[in-house]
């Protein structure tokens, strides 16, 4: 069994099996991503939508996703490829191949690439390689996350990156306990990437799980402690997944909210409006 250290998990993994995130894989005693350089998802995006409100606004990012999750959202909105290992067909892409063709999108707009949909960094390497070769021609690296990884490989990939739009799930541990993580890694993350990189952060809010008046002024407190500056995105939930039950996020839960946050932040945005 050799272990893995990407991220909190540090799963020990037997030879040809996969870690807790469905992506890692011990091969022939070393653990490398499985899903490496197999895509699910590509396509070329406002950088709006990743949500980035303050970077490069207007411009777009060549859009990449693979398979693969180390938490377990029971509201997960990309289940699809998140949560299944190999999911359908993959298209084969190497590193090379994605910054050649980010690159052919420049004349449209393109910034760089950015790598979300499922979360990114349990194919760690693969984006290593990829943001390597991109500041190389001079290209911008985005990385959507759930901010779930271990300090050191953490701030071995930040010289690279030049954006990141962190979930910030819940300022509860409990909340976080139920969806396998933690949240002090998180807040760690977000407090370690603003030091080196432009950073957002995303909250989904959820009715009676974390829409709590208490729960956004604490959240938007701490961010703030961190850098006022840091823009916040409170966005609706919608039924996904295995939380089907539960109605959308009223409207005016969202508005309520958006208020509190914006008594210790610059920038608060709302999302899926």
């Known amino acids: 069994m050799i272990q893995c250290k990407i991220c909190p998990h540090n799963c020990k993994i037997k030879k040809g ?5 469905g992506a890692r894989i011990n091969r022939d ?5 499985d ?9 070329l995006d406002p950088v709006e939508k990743k949500p980035l409100k303050r970077f490069f606004p207007g411009s777009f990012t060549l859009s990449v996703g693979s398979y693969g999750c180390n938490l377990r959202c029971s509201f997960c909105q990309n289940y699809g490829i998140s949560m299944r290992e190999t999911p359908g067909t993959c298209l084969e892409r190497t590193p090379g191949e994605l910054v050649n063709l980010a690159m052919e999108l420049v004349p449209q707009g393109n910034i760089g690439l ?8 349990v194919g760690y390497e693969f984006v290593m390689d990829c943001a390597k070769l991109s500041v190389d021609k001079g290209l911008k690296n985005i990385l959507v996350t759930n901010g779930y990884i271990n300090e050191k490989p953490l701030a071995a990939l930040l010289p690279y990156i030049h954006a990141l739009n ?3 799930k819940s300022f509860s541990p409990e909340f976080y306990k139920r969806i396998n993580g933690e949240l002090e890694v998180i807040k760690r993350t977000i407090a370690l990437a603003s030091e ?7 909250t989904l809010v959820i009715p009676n799980e974390n829409d709590s008046e ?13 850098d006022n500056a840091i823009p916040l995105h409170i966005s609706r939930f919608f039924p996904n997944y295995q939380m089907m039950d539960k109605e959308p996020t009223p409207k005016d839960t969202i508005h309520r909210l958006a208020d509190i946050a914006r008594q210790s932040l610059l920038y608060v945005y709302k999302g899926n409006m």
Not at 196 to 202: G, L, P
């Open 29 to 33: 005693g070393r653990i490398v991503a």
């Open 17 to 21: 099996e996969l870690g807790f995130c």
């Open 214 to 226: 208490e729960e956004m002024r604490e959240m938007s407190k701490w961010l703030a402690s961190v």
């Open 35 to 43: 899903n490496y350089g197999k895509i699910t998802s590509i396509g």
């Open 196 to 202: 080196k990189c432009h950073v957002e952060v995303t």
């Open 166 to 168: 962190i979930d910030l």
């Open 114 to 121: 950015s790598y979300t949909y499922n979360e990114p960094l």
